[in-house]
């Protein structure tokens, strides 16, 4: 029998060569080296179900039954060359799991570099990885790593080169230090990966290390950096087979006890602290059928989630926040469809922080009286279906929100008032994807609310949709595009609401191509581009894209957009060599060019920069680049009067960054830029972080602002018949401070400090008035104006979250959580750190104090 088991794997093994490529042809020992296949080789048994120990030791007789994997070669920093250290594989599988033990060979095991930190910390350390492809797409797959301490990481990769490290999966991973180096065995259970088992013989397939002390990266197969992307590059694993079927059902009930404390207003009903609540909810996701999985949220709980940091925010645009919520951060990838990218930051047709947000209304009490609202809108439930059918990548989102009110206290009554409606979101995404990594797609979105006569000052309803692709020419090149629509509809005030905002200005006097109409029941728009990219080589490559955004276009039911009106084109290119020499180990430099109008054909913006980043064989980094931009006409500047010139501007920027390797790691950015009339900026961003052994990290960073804006607008004044446009001369100083400690006492028990101070004051001098803003020269767009009130603010905030974090057991988890808020402003703009830092802890505080505990489980 064993004789016509290895036949078995000869013939299967030569079932797959293409051309004269060797694969492994599953015999004992045999090493698969320039292969880039592996059959591979199921545990004894009549079905292949016999259970293999995951020890991190290579006694177990099986190993030596699976063909040795070799042929490792360096991805970084010499790509294609030859490893400073051996490295070898196995690969075994029985009915549920798939096995891999990795040998890393290091002749002085004492420098082997194996930091303790939480899972899924990427630290400076030696790191053994595994890469599946298991819809064997070339587009989307499974890492999964570990490091000599145990921490391991997982993570997601999609659209072949992008990928989402809040993907957590439940799996093994045991590691063992040797006389000749380090090794790690991985038991990864199937029901984990997404295919079909019916055809699913094979799997893309890789494995990597990394080596800490020289920074050296090395792959199986070769993994290029100069390649178009990552997972294309994979190798295969081949001769699976799956006899029995796989568990479908993953459930995960949570319950959670809160106790709030919180100031209380003298002789308020509606508030009291101590305030004890607490609640339970579900998380499940389920195979629906092969590839396609269902995951689901009953009533969650994100109080574990990191508190925003302050801003202070004084244009007339939304600040963006990350999403951090963990049910929407994993997958995301699925439902990306970007309309906006700016230095690697995206929005699009979906910003998952819509779903839960801050409502709408806010109420007034009347004098004497007292009002409460919630500070976020409940989500009842949420779903989403993700996975994969023939040819197609789908997902589908669906989440509900509740109604929220405000109660109202007043001469011993209350009452409750609506402050958001009930909504529906939805979420609909299909790519259809090629074998030359090739993609064309569609995404659709909806929002639809029940609105009662207080709330119908929102739309009831609002669409969007659109189609993208991303056509490959060759290896190298791509033709990238989209084109979005978006509907909206309500009541005459709602789609006037609309129209009003900065992110349209319908009603701005001087507009020629749009106009207000406050009877409008409807709004719609579109939005488009299309770009021709070099994303590949290893010397050059290059990006140029126009765009455009119709005035009527709105996605921010559900989407993300700063502003419409608009028409954009820009160009990149970049020279770079990956190549080390004696003094450093890559570098690039980029040259880009941009300009923007609006409808009315105005230049908004206009200008060209040249950066250069590089790395030392230090692995020091150290970059830097030049900006100019010329005058632009800012048709947001009155906030919805007429717009204005703003000048041009010169700035600069450059960052230094220390060997992360070190127990002691620094960087520090600085920037700045002036337009040579009065407007300045400089930022100073030193940060520090100190590992005074392994298992501790103590971080710090400042972040100093001090700017001049000699024209930052105010308000518009109306008195009598005459609008004036205030403005006037801001002087600004910001301070914040970001502390954490990180201490890891296992790799399943952390704990993880957070806490942030902000401070921020501006004081305003020599009020203005526009008088006319498309004059030529600067001193001739304003005019001295009479401004009586006082707009200088003073705000200080202070946000910490505290974080004990037990994974008991694989999947299962218990949070012990404190978070702590102050917040306070004053109409001062005097600027004194230390004084505003004890008025700020002078100001009562709010706490939250939480255990959170869940068992995942698995049918």
């Not at 995301?332 to 709408?360: E, K, M, V």
């Amino acid at each position: 029998m064993p004789f016509l088991k290895t036949l078995i794997g000869t013939v299967a093994g030569l079932a797959i060569l293409s051309g004269s490529e060797l694969v492994a042809a599953g015999r004992a020992g045999d090493p698969v080296g320039a292969s880039r296949t592996i059959v591979a080789t199921p545990l004894p048994g009549p079905t292949g179900a016999t259970a293999l120990l995951v020890d991190g030791q290579p006694s177990d007789e099986a190993w030596s039954r699976a063909p040795l994997v070799t042929g490792f070669v360096e991805r970084s920093p010499s790509e294609g060359a030859a490893p400073t250290f051996k490295t070898e594989a196995r690969v075994l599988f029985d009915a549920a799991n798939l096995y891999i033990s990795i040998a890393a060979t290091d002749p002085e095991p004492s420098k082997i570099v194996g930091q303790l930190t939480r899972r899924d910390t990427l630290s400076s350390s030696d790191w053994l990885s595994v890469y599946i492809d298991s819809f064997h797409d070339r587009r989307t797959a499974y890492e999964f790593g570990v490091n000599p301490a145990g921490v391991k990481y997982d993570r997601y990769w999609f659209n072949d080169s992008n990928n989402d490290m809040s993907w957590d999966a439940v799996w093994d991973a045991t590691v063992t230090r040797t006389a000749s180096g380090w090794r790690a065995e991985f038991r990864i259970p199937f029901s984990q990966l997404r295919f079909n088992p019916a055809n699913a013989s094979t799997f893309g397939f890789a494995l990597s290390r990394i080596l800490a002390r020289t920074n050296e990266t090395s792959t199986w197969p070769l993994l290029p950096r100069s390649a178009s992307g990552f997972v294309s590059s994979f190798g295969e694993i081949t001769g699976l087979s799956f006899a029995h079927p796989l568990k479908k059902l993953e459930v995960t009930p949570y319950a959670l006890t809160q106790l709030t404390t919180q100031p209380v207003d003298q002789g308020n009903p509606l508030s009291k602290s101590p305030d004890p609540t607490g609640t339970i909810g579900l998380d499940m996701k389920y195979a629906v059928a092969p590839g396609l999985i269902f995951t689901g949220t009953i009533n969650p709980d994100f109080g574990q989630v990191e508190a925003d940091p302050a801003v202070v925010n004084l244009s007339g645009f939304e600040t963006f926040f990350p999403e951090k919520r963990p049910f929407f951060v994993e997958g995301s990838g699925t439902f990306s469809f970007d309309i906006d990218c700016n230095d690697g930051q995206c929005t699009g047709l979906l910003y998952s922080r819509r779903i839960g947000r801050a409502p709408h209304r806010s109420v007034t009490p009347p004098d004497g009286g007292f009002s409460t609202a919630p500070s976020n809108t409940t989500i009842y439930g949420a779903g989403k279906l993700t996975g994969r059918i023939g040819k197609f990548s789908v997902g589908a989102l669906n989440a509900v929100t509740s109604r929220e009110d405000a109660t109202i206290s007043s001469g011993g009554l209350s009452s409750r008032t609506p402050v958001e409606p009930a909504t529906s979101y939805s979420v609909v995404r299909a790519s259809r994807e090629f074998a030359n990594q090739s993609r064309l797609g569609f995404m659709l979105t909806s929002t639809n609310r029940r609105l009662s006569d207080e709330l119908k000052f929102l739309p009831k309803n609002a669409y969007t949709g659109g189609a993208d692709f991303d056509i490959r020419l060759g290896k190298a090149y791509s033709v990238g595009g989209y084109w979005a629509g978006s509907a909206i509809d309500g009541t005459a005030d709602a789609i006037s609401n609309v129209q009003l905002s900065t992110v349209h200005s319908y009603q701005r006097p001087d507009a020629t191509s749009f106009s207000y109409d406050p009877t409008r029941t409807s709004l719609g728009g579109h939005s488009g581009s299309l770009s021709v990219s070099k994303i590949a080589g290893q010397h050059t490559r290059f990006n140029s894209n126009v765009g455009y955004k119709s005035p009527g276009f709105d996605i921010n039911d559900l989407g993300f957009l700063s502003r419409a009106d608009e028409i954009s084109e820009s160009n990149w290119f970049q020279l770079r060599s990956d190549k080390p020499n004696k003094w450093r180990r890559s570098i690039n430099i980029n040259f880009n060019q941009w300009a923007g109008w609006n409808y009315d054909g105005d230049l908004r913006f206009g200008g060209g920069n040249i950066n250069a980043h590089t790395t030392l064989v230090s692995n020091w980094s150290i970059g830097g680049g030049y900006n100019i931009q010329v005058r632009g006409f800012a048709d947001r500047l009155t906030r919805g009067g007429p717009g204005g010139y703003v000048n041009g501007n010169r700035n600069g920027w450059a960052y230094l960054s220390t060997d992360e390797r070190k127990p002691v790691i620094g960087n520090l950015s600085v920037s700045g830029f002036s337009d040579g009339k009065g407007s300045s900026n400089f930022n100073l961003s030193p940060n520090v972080s100190w590992r005074p052994r392994s298992g501790v990290v103590v971080s710090a960073s400042l972040g100093y602002n001090k700017g001049q804006s000699d024209s930052q607008w105010v308000e518009n004044q109306t008195i009598g018949a005459a609008t004036h446009y205030v403005f006037g001369r801001l002087d600004q100083t910001t301070v914040s401070l970001t502390a954490r400690v990180n201490y890891t006492i296992r790799p399943t028990l952390t704990l993880e400090i957070y806490a942030a101070p902000f401070v921020s004051s501006g004081a305003y001098s020599h009020f203005k008035e526009l008088k006319n803003g498309r004059a030529a020269a600067y001193e001739d767009r304003y005019a001295p104006y009479a401004y009586a009130s006082n707009p200088d603010f003073n705000y200080r905030s202070f946000r910490s979250t505290n974080v004990l974090r037990w994974e008991y057991r694989p999947g299962s988890a218990l949070f012990v959580v404190w978070q702590q808020g102050r917040e306070d402003v004053i109409n001062d703009g005097r600027f004194q750190f230390g004084r505003n830092l004890g008025d700020l802890f002078a100001t009562p505080a709010t706490n939250v104090f939480l255990v959170k505990f869940s068992r995942w489980l698995n049918f």
